[in-house]
């Protein structure tokens, strides 16, 4: 019932607008809150239109950003590694945290060490997918079964590391 309308979405700038400024007003003047963790939902009211609102902001993005070539060929390698950047992200960001808070003393600088955290958190894994893809060993160890056949029949594992 819902396939046609999301496959052929169009955004709407007013619509943008109205869920953008609805999203920001629950989130600076309730106490509307959703976690999934620890199965909490307050102000149910204020919550689920603030969650509506962000589904289609992020839809319209989305719809958007696959517009633009080398933002699709971004978002399409980062889907790929998906797996390993759920897998590894959070050790990674948390060790580059604890590295450049080393380096970076003054705490003014915060807000740059943790986008640079979070940057090495998402990008690390993608480098070691292409490295288990090119690796025989490392491939049957953190593959799928299905994806490491694939990757021994199109060639990808042709010069062992």
């Known amino acids: 019932v819902l ?15 109205l869920c953008g400024a609805l999203f920001w007003v629950v989130s600076q003047y309730t106490d509307a809150h959703i976690d999934l963790n ?3 939902f307050s102000e ?3 919550a689920t239109a603030a969650a509506v609102c962000g589904v289609y902001l992020v839809l319209s993005i989305a719809t958007l950003l696959a517009r633009v070539s080398v933002a699709r060929s971004v ?5 790929q590694a998906s797996l390993f950047i759920l897998m590894f992200h959070l050790p990674l960001i948390e060790l580059g945290e604890s590295l450049l808070f080393r380096v970076v003393t003054d705490r003014a600088y915060a807000g740059g060490v943790y986008i ?3 940057l090495f958190g998402v990008l690390c894994p ?6 288990v893809e090119h690796s025989r ?7 799928p079964a299905g994806a490491h056949k694939t990757a021994v029949e199109r060639g990808a594992m042709q010069k062992p590391l």
Do not use: E, H
């Open 137 to 143: 060993w490392l491939s049957l160890a953190l593959l």
């Open 116 to 118: 640079v955290a979070f």
């Open 75 to 79: 978002l399409v390698r980062l889907g």
């Open 126 to 131: 993608v480098l070691l997918k292409t490295l």
């Open 44 to 46: 149910p009211l204020y």
């Open 38 to 40: 620890q199965r909490v």
């Open 3 to 17: 396939k046609d309308p999301i496959v052929n979405f169009t955004p709407n700038a007013l619509a943008c607008v």
